[in-house]
Each structure stands twice: as structure tokens, then as C-alpha cells.
């Protein structure tokens, strides 16, 4: 069996710049994400792959024909509500909007900036499957190294971390592809797969604009726009190499109770 690639966006409003104090206006959020996932659905066309794209219901009521044209070929999954606020309410709201918007079932979820959440809360909002952890060590993002490193069930639900290394635990998200050599997200890509014959990895849309001009730190800015659509065309042939995309809802029919 082919290893499988599981790719994903957290489609959401861009609010990044508000974590380093500059405000930014509602609709120039939601601007910047659509040009960037119109950049993002011309690749994945031209490369004929599928993808999973986490969505907030905010972003989705404010673009709601390009919701359903994406869930033609990809899977929607549900990104809250809203990316900078959180209700528990937001679970259910979220994923029966998105729903209602689609036309069909929305089964998975994942916590905006992957905080902690009660798998049972996600369990009693209708979801089968959670993606939010990142079973690393980042200092003051994560503290998950001791968490489990791949999918795993808790009660009926699977949970399906974002994909580290085996040992070292490097992390393989987008803050890692935006600041290592590709061919070190290679090397790493190809041992996690390798030894977990699969590998989850994600991004969001709004890298894939300009946002040089925000205030925000290099590391989160640099590659972004033309540079980063480049770099992840790149990657993407590479891993059709190496294994086959599927979108998440396959993934967890391999994982049934």
C-alpha cells in the first residue's frame, strides 16, 4: 500500500497581524485568504491533487460560492466559527453551517492555532475525527512533545496530529517549510513517511499572497506570495513521488474501530 500524503489548509480570515498588535480590517482579512486560495486551487488543479480544507464558517459565509465550488473536488472540514474567537457553541455552528452551505457531511475538525480542546466537546458537536495537535515542542506555541505522535482513537474519535519526525519530533508545517532548505523538508517528509506510511502536513492560503507589508516577524512573512505558490509546486511534485494524496475523510476509513 502506497504511503498516503494528507494535505490541508486552514482556510481562515487573515488575523496574524493582530497577535503582533496591528489591526486589520474584516474585509482585507478575508481579501487576502481568497487571493491566496485562488492561487492555491490553480496548483492543486494543475497537479491534479485533492486536498482537505479546514474552513471558518466566517470566511465561508462571506464566500460561499467558492465553498461549494471547492467541495466539488476537495473535502471541507470545519476551522471553528471564527479563527480569533472561540465558543464551545462554535462546534456545532460551525459544522452545520458549513453543512447547509455544502450539501454534505462535514466529519472533521481542527482548532484554530491548533490550541487544546476537549475531544469529548468534539465528539458531542458530531465530528468523527480531530486534527489539532502538533505533537512538538515549540516554545511559547507548543508543549506537546510527550503527546502522541500519530493517529490514535480516543473514545469514537480519531485524532490525526499534524506529522512530526520520528525521535527528534522536527515539525513538518508550514513555519518549517517557510524557513528550512526544501531539500531538509524532503529529507524529513520522506523519513516520516516512510516510517508511518503517511504524513500529514498544512498551510494557509494567506502565505500565498504578499504580506510583506504587515507588521510581522520574518520568519512568519518571508516567501510569501509568487515565492511560496513556487516552493510548494515544487514540493507537491516531489511527493507525488513518494505517495498518494487523499483527503482525510479516506484517511480515517482505514482507521475504523
Not at 489548509?9 to 485568504?33: C, H, M, N, R, W
Not at 515549540?138 to 490514535?152: D, H, L, Q, S, V
Not at 492560503?205 to 510569501?224: A, G, H, M, Q, V
Request: hydrophobic share 40%; net charge neutral.
Amino acid at each position: 500500500m502506497n504511503p498516503s500524503v494528507l494535505l490541508s489548509f486552514d482556510l481562515e480570515e487573515f488575523d496574524i497581524p493582530e497577535e503582533y498588535g496591528q489591526e486589520v480590517d474584516d474585509a482585507l482579512k478575508l481579501t487576502i485568504s481568497l487571493k491566496g486560495l485562488k492561487s492555491i486551487l490553480s496548483l492543486l488543479e494543475q497537479l491534479n491533487i485533492r486536498a482537505t480544507f479546514f474552513v471558518t464558517a466566517h470566511f465561508a459565509f462571506h464566500n460561499q460560492t467558492m465553498i461549494r465550488e471547492i467541495a466539488k473536488n476537495h473535502e471541507i472540514a470545519s476551522h471553528g466559527f471564527y479563527h480569533s474567537e472561540f465558543r464551545i457553541e462554535d462546534l456545532q455552528k460551525s459544522r452545520q453551517f458549513l453543512e447547509e452551505l455544502i450539501g454534505n457531511q462535514v466529519i472533521g475538525f481542527r482548532m484554530p492555532r491548533l490550541k487544546e480542546i476537549n475531544d469529548q466537546e468534539i465528539i458531542k458537536a458530531g465530528y468523527e475525527y480531530n486534527s489539532s495537535i502538533n505533537p512538538t515542542y515549540i516554545p511559547g506555541r507548543y508543549n506537546n512533545f510527550w503527546k502522541p505522535r500519530t493517529a490514535y482513537y480516543s473514545n469514537n474519535l480519531l485524532n490525526i496530529p499534524v506529522s512530526v519526525t520520528p525521535i527528534i519530533r522536527f515539525p513538518l508545517f508550514w513555519l518549517s517549510f517557510k524557513n528550512f532548505p526544501l531539500w531538509f523538508i524532503k529529507l524529513s517528509s520522506q523519513i516520516t513517511l516512510h516510517h508511518d506510511n503517511y504524513i500529514n502536513i498544512y498551510f494557509h492560503p494567506w502565505e500565498f499572497t504578499d504580506i510583506t507589508s504587515f507588521r510581522l516577524p520574518n520568519y512568519i512573512k518571508k516567501s510569501s506570495g509568487e515565492p511560496m505558490i513556487s516552493r510548494l509546486e515544487k514540493y507537491l511534485i516531489w511527493l507525488k513521488t513518494q505517495g498518494e494524496f487523499i483527503c482525510f475523510y479516506e484517511f480515517k476509513k482505514n482507521y475504523e474501530l
